[in-house]
């Protein structure tokens, strides 16, 4: 009988390629990895892995017992989601995942919504950037995250995660308000790129390199026609706008970034472009009662006013 706990060893080495990889984000030695990955090939009956280097890739038999990896592990979130459901009443850990915008805007209204429906939950929140959400979710350090895509960086399919739609944000581009004049056709006219091409010269202010914010504000400005002048690198939006306002550069902000009494000394111009935020979590999971409540009350939270 194949073991869960190592099926989901090889699941992770699949995704993460090393086997330093998994043992961090398992907290597991890398030996105590490769032991239980050589039990599981004994279990097979056939070789699962083979070395290329430092790195580890899997035999055609390893790639189709992930696959079947993938389909267990789904079956067992459903099951636990079932066995919560005939308990009833929600109690006990729902960690969250969430990035700061959503984390100041819309989740403490949520948890608070929560709390009066149920009481004996204990949700406990980590700004999490969604690009690590997918590892996070997978590992269990996770239950159930808010992530986000751009336009111009769409989320990428996350083998064994499911995610349900929210919001959809617009976004702006921020600027001095002494700057460089509007063109004439209009931010949502004939040419989206035109409203950055104004501030190709100027400095930019970015989100630190490997996050969406930051891919995102780096392919808008590519599709326009250049590449940004990166001057600051910065990943809370209200201290972005702080920037700009001082004349330090200018910025891409989505919607919940800017909200509060606007600065006389930013000027912000609406971009044909999007945010879109959803609820990931693990396939199977979905029907968890704990995760249905934290969405609908999510739902509940989210302000109006947001586009889409």
Not at 49 to 72: C, D, F, K, Q, S
Not at 116 to 132: N, Q, Y
Not at 148 to 166: I, K, M, N, R, W
């Amino acid at each position: 009988m194949l073991d869960v706990r190592r099926l989901r060893l090889l699941r992770e080495l699949a995704r993460r390629g090393t086997i330093a990889a998994v043992a961090e984000a398992l907290a597991f030695s890398p030996s105590a990895v490769s032991q239980q990955l050589g039990v599981l090939e004994r279990e097979a009956g056939l070789p699962l892995l083979e070395r290329t280097g430092r790195r580890v890739r899997l035999t055609p038999a390893g790639e189709n017992l992930v696959r079947h990896a993938e389909a267990v592990l789904e079956r067992l979130e459903q099951a636990e989601a079932d066995l919560a459901e005939a308990r009833g009443g929600l109690a006990g850990a729902l960690r969250i995942g969430a990035f700061p915008t959503a984390t100041r805007a819309i989740v403490p209204a949520a948890l608070a919504a929560l709390a009066r429906r149920h009481p004996a939950l204990e949700p406990m929140v980590s700004e999490t950037d969604p690009a690590a959400v997918a590892h996070a979710l997978r590992a269990g350090d996770l239950d159930v995250a808010l992530v986000h895509e751009y336009d111009f960086v769409p989320a990428p399919q996350e083998p064994g995660l499911a995610t349900e739609p929210l919001f959809v944000e617009a976004m702006y581009l921020a600027a001095p308000a002494g700057e460089a004049p509007e063109p004439s056709e209009g931010s949502e006219g004939p040419d989206p790129g035109a409203a950055l091409r104004a501030h190709a010269r100027a400095p930019w202010i970015t989100a630190t390199p490997g996050t969406l914010c930051h891919a995102m504000t780096v392919r808008a400005c590519e599709a326009a026609g250049f590449s940004p002048r990166v001057r600051h690198q910065v990943d809370e939006f209200a201290t972005v706008l702080a920037l700009v306002a001082a004349g330090q550069g200018v910025a891409l902000v989505p919607q919940l970034g800017v909200t509060g009494p606007a600065d006389p000394a930013v000027r912000l111009t609406r971009l044909p472009v999007r945010r879109r935020t959803g609820l990931a979590f693990r396939s199977g999971a979905g029907a968890h009662p704990a995760v249905a409540a934290f969405g609908a009350a999510l739902r509940a939270a989210v302000p109006p006013d947001l586009a889409g």
